[in-house]
């Protein structure tokens, strides 16, 4: 069993920078990767940037060129850097960590969810 908190998302501006974190704790069997999805109201959940246990990353083309993925070196958190922030950034942040078969080919499979964080970013 894997829990996950998010922490890090405010209120800011817009060009403004925020870092959100993911903790983790409990059994991470399988769970080669690390994704960060965000959410809002009466849109589907989207993937926003992925990492796996080899390095390689992969980010929405939304984000592309100003979001970074990262983990730490313990591997008890992952980090969502975000900068040049837009109002079309607002939205509910998720972490979450599952296999890779399961974030590549059906994200709506995967089970180990934060219970999110807020990021507001105003004009």
């Known amino acids: 069993q894997v829990q996950l908190v998010e922490s890090g998302g405010r209120s800011v501006q817009a060009g403004e920078s925020l870092r959100l974190s993911c903790e983790i704790t409990g059994y991470t069997f399988n769970s080669d990767c690390m994704a960060w999805f965000r959410q809002v109201p009466d849109k589907e959940r989207e993937v926003v940037a992925v990492?796996?246990?080899?390095?390689?990353?992969m980010y929405a083309r939304f984000v592309e060129g100003r979001f970074i993925v990262s983990k730490g070196y313990s591997e008890n958190a992952f980090y969502l850097r975000m900068n040049m922030l837009r109002p079309e950034d607002t939205a509910m942040y998720y972490c979450?960590?599952?296999?890779?078969?399961?974030?590549?080919?059906?994200?709506?499979?995967?089970?180990?969810w934060g219970p999110g964080t807020q990021v507001t970013v105003a004009v």
């Open positions: 990492l796996d246990t080899d390095g390689g990353r």
């Open positions: 979450a960590l599952d296999s890779c078969s399961v974030v590549r080919t059906d994200p709506m499979r995967i089970t180990n």
